[in-house]
């Protein structure tokens, strides 16, 4: 079970939901006045974030140091996440892609809204998608909602259930699944670890890797622009979804090998002390059910290669 706080009797599920709902609230309004105000509205919705987040302990009377605990991470944590978000990131994109062919023309639009954010101000974009939700996001995803649910006894549920949170939190159907799957796996390391840094840092890679490369890549004057590039062509956009999907899942069929690895070294201070062995599952026996959807990830790709190839 989650490790519970000193006000965990105030911390209820249903405060969880609540809190939720008042958080899409606020990022729907935020969405409108970004209309209006651009990514200044962005910036003040993401401080707004932490801001409701340090409000609900402050409410329910509870130190901020036990909702938000900063501890020092060690090699293992450090692998260990660094291991679950290489495998966690290209399952995310591959669901990411298998969705766009169903819905291309949305699928476009989330393409396009990346670069528009590159496009209008570099710094302050990057700010934005990449400085402020690890710390912001976090704050209310991984902090204070999950705070709620600390009661559960089963850890898995929690994981769940923030992850399936954090997918809807975004309002992006064709990322609801990748969302889902990166925000299980940040609230798992927080339950595990109940180390706040974690989560943020498992976040600040994944948002610099996908988003922060292509805001710099953006300063560079070759760059195309959203008006002038051909990806908002919704035929173009398909084919070469139709065409990446299989690539990567041959290119990154070991994902879950490297998922179950790093939440393999992801374990309680008390598991680790005691010695993984003594109890659960080994990690010869996870790798090697690990194995099967590998497997299955690399035989449908090359599949889908070879129709692609010939259709």
Request: charged share 15%; with cysteine; net charge positive.
């Amino acid at each position: 079970m989650a490790k519970e706080l000193s006000t965990q009797a105030k911390w209820k599920p249903w405060k969880g939901v609540l809190l939720f709902v008042i958080t899409v609230a606020w990022i729907i309004a935020g969405s409108i006045a970004s209309a209006f105000l651009g990514n200044v509205a962005v910036l003040l919705m993401q401080l707004g974030l932490l801001g409701i987040a340090i409000l609900a302990c402050v409410i329910n009377k509870t130190p901020l140091k036990e909702v938000f605990p900063l501890k020092k991470i060690t090699v293992r944590d450090f692998f260990g996440t660094i291991l679950m978000w290489a495998g966690a990131l290209p399952l995310g994109l591959m669901s990411a892609l298998a969705v766009g062919m169903l819905m291309p023309e949305t699928f476009t639009q989330v393409v396009s809204g990346v670069n528009e954010v590159a496009q209008s101000a570099v710094v302050l974009g990057f700010i934005i998608t990449v400085i402020c939700p690890p710390i912001c996001e976090e704050a209310i995803m991984r902090g204070a909602i999950l705070s709620n649910f600390r009661g559960i006894k089963k850890d898995w549920v929690i994981v769940l259930i923030i992850g399936i949170m954090f997918g809807i939190l975004h309002m992006d159907a064709v990322r609801l699944i990748n969302t889902s799957i990166l925000g299980a796996c940040m609230a798992y390391l927080m339950v595990k670890r109940n180390n706040f840094i974690l989560p943020m840092m498992f976040h600040f890679i994944n948002n610099f890797t996908t988003i922060g490369l292509s805001l710099i890549s953006s300063m560079a004057p070759a760059t195309e622009t959203v008006e002038n590039a051909p990806s908002t062509d919704i035929g173009q956009a398909l084919d070469a979804t139709v065409l990446a999907l299989p690539a990567m899942m041959i290119l990154f069929c070991l994902c879950p090998m490297l998922l179950t690895i790093g939440a393999h070294l992801i374990k309680r201070q008390k598991e680790i002390s005691e010695g993984s062995e003594k109890s659960g599952m080994k990690l010869g026996a996870k790798i090697g059910l690990a194995a099967i959807p590998c497997a299955i990830l690399l035989i449908v790709g090359i599949i889908l290669f070879v129709m692609t190839e010939n259709g």
